[in-house]
């Protein structure tokens, strides 16, 4: 589709299937070369990443754990610029190596978030694995270790991105239309 229609938003074409397909595959074949012989912990951030993250783990060639945080700070369109942890961690993952899996990352608020939970628990071995970018809004001072693309900033709609929590379905990604 070239269109969609989520609530009351249009959105057009943005990202095709195929080219996130690629950019996951190039994702994966580096964490499985650099993981060779490990055995990571991914913390899967919910929702968005949900399904980046199946995508991911299923051309993973390691042995490793799941496990998943659920954090809020967007509504609408906007950021609020504020992280509210809704499901924490349930598994142990202090003195094991960790990859976060994020479906975006634009002002860095959220992975910051996270990041810091994690040192203040003492985790010190983290990785960060993102499908999308906008480094034209990244206001923070972290590296992101497997990057899929980066993207302006335009609001995104599909592949696990949502709009009001509608919108995540798509194969492919759309972008809002002004």
Known sequence: ?????????????????EDIE?????????INEDYHGKKPVFVIILNGAFVFAASLLKKIRLDCEVTFMKLSSYKGTRTSSKVMEVIGIDKEI?????????????????????LRRFRDIGIED????VLLFKP?????????????????????????LDYDDFGRNYPDIYKIIE
């Open 22 to 30: 690629k950019a996951v595959t190039e994702i994966a074949n580096r």
């Open 126 to 129: 983290v990785k960060i694995a």
């Open 94 to 114: 202090e003195g094991k190596p960790v990859i976060i899996v994020e479906d975006i990352v634009d002002t860095g608020i959220t992975m910051e978030y996270i």
């Open 1 to 17: 589709m070239k269109t969609v229609q989520v609530k009351d938003k249009h959105f057009s074409l943005f990202i095709k299937a």
């Open 136 to 160: 034209n809004v990244f206001r923070k001072d972290f590296k992101i270790d497997y990057l899929g693309m980066e993207i302006p900033d335009d609001f995104i709609v599909g592949y696990g």
